[in-house]
């Protein structure tokens, strides 16, 4: 699994968890809605870490436990 997968389906466990819908995360995170809908999209690749850490601040929760998940220990190389 790449990074941005791993982070996409991070950000859905958590919603899912918590009962929050994206327009709801994009409030409480000061983002807009289409920030997160994009970020959600497999077809983007990219991400922001900042857009990630004000994601975190509206989950409150800390980057570092963001990324305290399986998910995260074996990614795939990145560079091909």
Known sequence: MLIKDA???RLQNI???RGI?????????GVT????YSLMS???????VIT???L???LDMTITAFFED????TLEQEIR
């Open 42 to 48: 497999e077809s983007r690749r990219d991400m922001s």
């Open 33 to 36: 809605p289409s920030t997160v």
């Open 15 to 17: 919603c899912r968890e």
């Open 70 to 73: 399986d998910l995260f220990r």
């Open 7 to 9: 982070i996409v389906l």
């Open 52 to 54: 990630l850490k004000k």
């Open 21 to 29: 819908r994206y327009n709801e995360l994009a409030t409480r995170s």
């Open 56 to 58: 975190c601040d509206g």
